[in-house]
């Protein structure tokens, strides 16, 4: 059974179709990741997912449920970090995890132990009773991250996770998405930066304005830019050094043409490179964006 | 279902309480406030203060219960954390109720303290805390709705201020607080009988001075009609508010 499963999903707002008939599966036990612009309608779709916001059409199975009439079962089993980390202010680290599980219906005895736990774990330990308003941007968005843990959700939705956050911070938490797939929990993620969904996803789906162009593993949506290898070699000769890239049907060929100038220029080779094409690439090409749609952002966005 | 209902309205209410209401500003806000407004009325009219007390015991439920619960679902609604509960597995009607039962308890808890004040203050038979609490959770009901519908029906917390005040002030010198109903203009009177603390100040009355019977059963279940007509009102508007 796929985690998720849409059929022409669709939002409309007014005469704007945020998100426009998509439909697609996520896998029990991968890192599935909506990667788009600003706009492209990431959040839109999760909040149709997660019961935030009724579908214009389409239809959806989240966990073999239907979204539209087994919500409330739905939400049992499924974690939500919002773009914004939204816990309350006002209550300590601590008890904004309890609350979290007193609404998850998490038994009153296991409640301390596992807030502690939760606490440890996202190296919070030490805010456990310092409000919610006075931590970092980064621990906050922690703290969110565990307080979408507190019930063991199998399905863990993720709306940009790491925007506004530092890179130490960035790191930090996409090593704990890491870990959580390690352990077993499918994670649907949406982010507007390449090289998060390179790092983090098995499969990646692009998403342009409301409609996905793209659908693949990673390594699959490289594969569709460029056919062939290409190698790269540093040159040192009697004449001087130089630096030359060389393509080729796969990489041994490539490496091939590169040797073969280096003997006839009469050069020896100091390093080789072999160049992957990058995501970014692949981007560009699928969506015929230009990559700085989504790296201009990069800066410019102080949500968290 | 309904057991992840009825422990979501407990901790809803149970957090409100903690994040908000127990809040010290709130607490004497919610006292002084009526306090020093009949204070300057008795000192203007001076007479038998006693008949004061149940407008005294009702405006301070009235403030009290509405004070937070006016601007709590706007606030966490600005602040994004009114999604965590749309999220959790509880339907929106037991949300809105555990919102609602925040206001009550903060209510019913600062009034039953000037409701003892003034029992023994004036000397009145202690049996008559009974009905008067009974009367007073009623009024708090359909008070903490109204907070909670003003609370939806704006997208600003400062909306919601001004719009709880646009309510608060007219019902006080309209509903019988000061002056007797019967001394109102027949206009006015018309209009005081479509708004709750009407008959909030009626039944405490009846339940402090008067003889707790028959009118104030009707007092009651007046209110409890408008706590069910207030809160349905606000379900509806939250529900296309969040979509
Ligand atoms: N509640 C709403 N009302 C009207 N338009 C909306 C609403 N939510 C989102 N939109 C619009 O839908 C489109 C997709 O938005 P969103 O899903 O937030 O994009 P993303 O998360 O990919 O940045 C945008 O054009 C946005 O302005
Ligand atoms: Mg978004």
Redesign the interface.
């Known amino acids: 059974m796929p985690a998720i499963e849409t059929e022409n999903l669709t939002k409309t707002y007014g005469s704007l179709i945020a998100v426009d008939h998509i439909s697609f599966e996520v896998r029990t036990g991968e890192v599935f990741a909506l990667l788009g612009p600003n706009g492209a309608g990431k959040t839109t779709t999760i909040r149709m997912l997660t019961g935030l916001t009724r579908p214009t059409a389409g239809d959806a199975r989240v966990l073999g449920f239907d979204l539209r009439r087994d919500l409330p079962r739905i939400k049992k089993h499924i974690g939500v970090v919002p773009e914004r980390s939204n816990l309350y202010d006002e209550l300590s680290a601590f008890d904004n995890l309890v609350f979290a599980m007193q609404l998850y219906g998490v038994p009153r005895r296991e409640r301390g132990a596992r807030a502690d736990e939760l606490l440890r774990r996202f190296r919070l330990e030490g805010k456990r009773d310092v409000p919610f308003a006075r931590l970092s941007r980064g621990m906050r968005r922690a703290l969110t991250l565990a307080a979408a843990l507190v019930h063991r959700p199998r399905l863990l939705f993720l709306d940009e996770p790491t925007v506004g956050l530092d890179v130490v911070s960035a790191h930090g938490l996409r090593a704990l998405i890491e870990r959580l797939r390690g352990e077993g929990v499918t994670i649907f993620l949406t982010t507007h930066y390449l090289e998060e969904a390179e790092r983090l996803a098995d499969r990646v789906a692009l998403l342009v304005q409301g409609h996905i162009v793209a659908l693949d593993t990673v390594e699959g949506l490289k594969a569709r830019v460029r056919r062939g290898s290409t190698v790269e070699v540093h040159l040192v000769g009697a004449a001087g050094e130089e630096r030359l890239c060389f393509h080729g049907e796969d990489t041994e060929a490539a490496l091939r043409l590169a040797l073969a100038h280096a003997e006839a220029e009469g050069k020896q080779v100091v390093t080789i490179n072999t160049l992957q094409p990058t995501l970014e690439e692949a981007f560009i090409e699928l969506t015929g964006l230009s990559a700085e749609v989504m790296l201009a952002e990069k800066g410019s966005s102080n949500v968290a | 279902?309904w057991?992840?209902d009825l422990?979501?309205i407990f901790?809803?209410a149970?957090?409100d309480m903690?994040?908000?209401y127990l809040k010290p500003p709130n607490i004497s806000w919610g006292i002084l406030f009526p306090g020093a407004l009949i204070l300057a009325f008795a000192i203007r009219t001076p007479g038998d203060l006693r008949v004061l007390a149940p407008g005294l015991v009702t405006m301070t439920a009235l403030f009290s219960a509405t004070s937070m619960e006016a601007i709590v679902i706007t606030f966490e609604r600005r602040?994004?954390?009114l999604?965590?509960?749309?999220?959790?597995?509880?339907?929106l009607p037991a949300m809105l109720a555990g919102k609602v039962l925040g206001g009550v308890l903060f209510g019913l808890a600062i009034s039953a303290v000037v409701l003892v004040g003034v029992t023994a203050g004036f000397g009145l038979a202690a049996w008559r805390l009974a009905p008067a609490f009974l009367a007073l959770l009623l009024s708090t009901a359909a008070f903490s709705a109204l907070g909670a519908l003003v609370s939806v029906a704006v997208r600003e917390v400062f909306e919601a201020q001004t719009l709880a005040n646009l309510l608060r002030f007219p019902m006080i010198f309209l509903c019988g607080v000061f002056v007797p109903l019967s001394r109102l203009p027949a206009v006015l009177q018309v209009l005081a009988r479509a708004l709750p603390l009407t008959y909030a100040v009626e039944a405490v009355e009846a339940a402090l001075l008067g003889t707790p019977g028959w009118p104030m059963a009707f007092d009651l279940a007046v209110l409890a009609g408008f706590t069910a007509l207030l809160f349905a009102l606000a379900a509806v508007i939250l529900r296309r508010r969040?979509?």
């Not at chain 2, 999604?83 to 339907?91: D, F, K, S």
Request: hydrophobic share 40%; aromatic share 8%; no cysteine.
């Open positions: 279902m057991r992840d422990r979501g901790y809803i149970l957090k903690r994040a908000y602040t994004g954390a999604e965590r509960l749309m999220l959790a597995p509880i339907t969040l979509d």
